[in-house]
């Protein structure tokens, strides 16, 4: 039900002319996804930092206007953070997939690792909730 809610408030929004479409989609879903990716990390006993950085680093392409391998070669990463980002390898690569999918509202698995579904819903509403009461007022 909250992620049925939350759809028809974006859709609502994205009709009105609202936030979605005033900003700028890197800096959203780049946002949304590192705090999602951290949130996950959390729920399954890995490590938050490196789920956040993998999110974070996975629109470097867009911000940095270049291939986001090139863009990923010019920082000191670790090769499992390199390749969560370009191979969508190990758990934390799973996890940016995830995010991935989720964003585009196309999850074919309704939960990942143990989390349940519902977890899942309030994980995601809680970084939209975060980014547009922390990040958004400063941006616009």
């Known amino acids: 039900a909250r992620i049925a809610e939350l759809n028809a408030a974006i859709r609502a929004e994205n009709e009105r002319g609202g936030f979605v479409d005033d900003i700028p989609g890197t800096e959203r879903l780049g946002t949304t996804r590192d705090g999602f990716g951290e949130l996950l990390a959390a729920e399954i006993k890995q490590d938050p930092e490196t789920y956040f950085l993998v999110g974070l680093l996975s629109g470097l392409d867009s911000i940095l206007d270049m291939p986001l391998e090139k863009g990923l070669q010019q920082l000191p990463l670790s090769n499992l953070v390199s390749d969560a980002i370009l191979q969508k390898t190990g758990l934390a ?42 990040v958004y007022p400063h941006i616009k």
Do not use: H, M
């Open 93 to 134: 690569g799973e996890a940016l997939q995830y995010a991935l999918d989720y964003e585009r509202w196309d999850v074919d698995r309704p939960t990942f690792g143990n989390i349940k579904p519902k977890r899942i819903a309030d994980i995601y509403l809680e970084c939209i909730q975060w980014w547009s009461t922390q």
